[in-house]
């Protein structure tokens, strides 16, 4: 059974970083996107950054340069700095795999606050 698990959430004040990190288990190890999701209360969920097992990536233009994504096979990392109230929201992990569809970790809250 393919299992998400997200760590790395918290409480963070404005101008600060975070660490989230996934890692995957129970998958055979194709093609594959891995990256992060989040949303934001009374908002649809967007894609924030992706990166494949080829090393390409994808960013949402407002966490450019702020955040980056990287990977180790079956693990992906999201790293945010210089963080900012309106990046408050649930980030979700996920998984494309190239023959057996996405999967979803189960979210973890990502709050900036003073």
């Known amino acids: 059974q393919v299992q998400l698990m997200e760590s790395g959430g918290g409480l963070v004040q404005p101008g600060g970083s975070l660490r989230l990190s996934c890692a995957a288990s129970?998958?055979?190890?194709?093609?594959?996107?891995m990256g992060w999701y989040r949303q934001a209360p009374g908002k649809q969920r967007e894609l924030v950054a992706s990166?494949?097992?080829?090393?390409s990536t994808y960013y949402e233009e407002s966490v450019k340069v702020r955040f980056i994504v990287s990977r180790d096979n079956a693990k992906t990392y999201l790293q945010m700095s210089s963080l900012k109230p309106e990046d408050t929201a649930l980030y979700y992990c996920?998984?494309?795999?190239?023959?057996?569809?996405?999967?979803w970790g189960q979210g973890t809250q990502v709050t900036v606050s003073s």
């Open positions: 129970g998958i055979i190890f194709d093609d594959n996107t």
């Open positions: 990166i494949t097992n080829g090393g």
């Open positions: 996920f998984l494309d795999h190239s023959r057996l569809g996405r999967y």
